[in-house]
């Protein structure tokens, strides 16, 4: 605008007379100025929630692992189950021993321990020497064959501890359990003694004899008809404790064994001595022997 023009425009201005520039027709309507800016702020609005829903990851989704993310206390402590079999359970083995076996052992432990304890202390010449080789050599084959033996059942294999060996025997190689005179494990084709499950006849006649009672209606009796057991449960047959474990330990070889709903992988047999006990009976016994014979 030049300077007249401008000298022009503020002579109208004080004459009050309006200004071409300011005509409707020269300037934005108002309905456009709106409509324009209403466009425009819909469309900036719309982008808006565009930028949000893709940042946003959606409702119950998982939000996927990101390589170089680490991970939440939270999503530690949730189980991941996707890609890996569940963890099998533990479950701790069952173990069966000899009660009476037991009690026998500890009963000479106790005995031979207090005869001794005074023939070391009280005896004369050679006798303490000879004591403690005695001991060296008894205690170790007591414990061997009264506390020693047990039998571990778990969930892949059957673990015989004898007195002087330990057998490991997977369930698909156990071929048979059986108890006649003895408990035995039969497996690849050897035959094993189970020595913590002996066989008592007395007990089985004496379940044989409650379980004919009970089929013939009679009523059970104790010893001189005493002992009669209450709640009823002298009507319900009976079995020995030995053919009670075995039946137990034939159920699992069954479940764990190849065909088994819970089958475990087969594996090889495997036998250790029992060096722990071999050596120091054998060292108590040359020390015996040698005290006897230079006397």
Not at 208 to 215: A, F, L, Y
Not at 228 to 238: C, F, L, Y
Not at 239 to 265: I, K, N, P, Q, Y
Not at 270 to 295: K, S
């Amino acid at each position: 605008m030049t300077r007249e023009q401008q000298g022009e425009h503020g002579a109208r201005s004080v004459r009050g007379e309006p200004d071409e520039s300011d005509q409707p027709g020269e300037r934005d309507q108002p309905g456009e100025r709106d409509g324009a800016i209403s466009a425009e702020e819909s469309g900036e609005a719309a982008t808006e929630a565009r930028a949000k829903a893709a940042e946003e990851p959606a409702q119950g989704a998982e939000p996927a692992d990101e390589p170089g993310r680490p991970a939440t206390s939270e999503e530690e402590d949730q189980p991941r189950t996707s890609g890996r079999p569940a963890d099998v359970p533990k479950v701790a083995d069952r173990c069966y021993r000899s009660p009476s076996s037991v009690v026998g052992g500890v009963t000479l432990l106790v005995v031979g321990g207090w005869l001794s304890f005074d023939a070391v202390l009280n005896g004369t010449g050679r006798t303490p020497a000879i004591t403690l080789a005695t001991l060296l050599c008894v205690v170790p084959l007591v414990v061997a064959y009264t506390l020693r033996p047990a039998v571990f059942a778990g969930r892949e294999r059957l673990r015989v501890r004898n007195p002087l060996r330990t057998i490991s025997v997977p369930w698909p190689s156990v071929e048979s359990l059986q108890a006649a005179y003895t408990s035995e494990v039969i497996a690849d084709g050897r035959k094993y003694q189970l020595w913590a499950i002996p066989v008592s006849l007395k007990a089985r006649k004496s379940a044989n004899r409650h379980n004919e009672r009970v089929q013939s209606g009679r009523s059970p009796r104790g010893i001189l008809g005493f002992g009669r057991q209450a709640g009823g449960t002298e009507s319900v047959e009976k079995r020995a404790a030995t053919d009670e474990s075995m039946a137990e330990l034939r159920e699992l070889a069954l479940r764990h064994g190849t065909d088994g709903v819970d089958a475990v992988t087969p594996g090889a047999v495997t036998v250790r001595w029992a060096y722990e006990i071999l050596g120091p009976a054998v060292l108590g016994g040359i020390a015996l022997a040698a005290l006897l014979m230079t006397r």
